[in-house]
């Protein structure tokens, strides 16, 4: 089992959907949180950093984190075109600055 | 603020041949800086973990003759691809941590590196 499993989609949705993104892991000693953007031949981005269960919302952007269930979330209200792109979960441990990837999901914001 | 900036950020190469990769954090100092590579509709690879001042960690499978990395400063890193073959044709990607940051896992990007190995 991998550690961190993510439907690589693809997703494609109207423009002003609501977009459900989510990823599960599988050690339970995973503490931190994050979701990257990228788009298309660009490095990541750093949308989002959690560390607790719970919702933490910036703007369009809520992620949602379900420890008991390891089970990670990055909602977008609205979504824009700009918003196409792929979306990476990310997770460590500890001090730990070494990040586990899920595969990313590409999403399509339809005008 | 925050900015990592990496180049080239293309590159085509003839078979034999090596390049050089620069990683720089533009307003702030790295104490680690991690190189990844990116095959296409693929998750981002660590290939290996460089502190200022000491030898690089490479993860298991990546060739540490192959892929040379040195982070003689706090503010720049970089990764040599010595002679590339087309295999090795990949988007090679830098992240650096903040020195005193306290967030673990929190790095910022370079914009990446299409390296071409013809």
């Known amino acids: 089992q991998k550690e961190v499993e993510q439907d690589p989609g693809p997703l494609s949705v109207p423009e002003g959907a609501i977009v459900s993104l989510n990823c599960t892991y599988s050690?339970?000693?995973?503490?931190?949180f994050m979701w990257y953007r990228q788009y298309s031949r660009k490095g990541p981005e750093l949308l989002m950093y959690t560390y607790s269960s719970g919702n933490k919302e910036d703007g369009r952007f809520t992620a949602q984190v379900d420890k008991s269930s390891k089970y990670i979330s990055l909602f977008i209200r609205d979504s824009q075109p700009s918003d196409s792109a792929t979306y990476l979960c990310a997770i460590t441990w500890g001090s730990n600055y070494k990040l586990t990837f899920g595969k990313g999901t590409l999403l399509t914001v339809n005008p | 603020g925050a900015v990592v900036s990496q180049h080239p950020s293309r590159v085509i190469c003839k078979s034999g041949t090596s390049v050089k990769i620069e990683c720089r954090s533009l307003?702030?100092?790295?104490?680690?800086m991690f190189w990844y590579r990116q095959f296409p509709k693929q998750s981002l690879m660590l290939m290996a973990t460089s502190n200022e001042g000491s030898k690089a960690t490479y993860e298991q499978g990546v060739e540490k003759d192959k892929f040379l990395i040195n982070h003689a400063s706090l503010t720049l890193s970089t990764l040599t691809v010595t002679s590339a073959h087309p295999e090795d044709s990949s988007f090679y990607i830098c992240?650096?941590?903040?020195?005193?940051?306290?967030?673990?896992?929190?790095?910022?990007f370079g914009s990446g590196t299409q390296l071409s190995v013809l």
């Open positions: 307003d702030f100092q790295a104490t680690t």
């Open positions: 992240s650096a941590r903040m020195l005193g940051g306290r967030e673990p896992g929190k790095l910022f």
């Open positions: 050690n339970s000693a995973f503490q931190y």
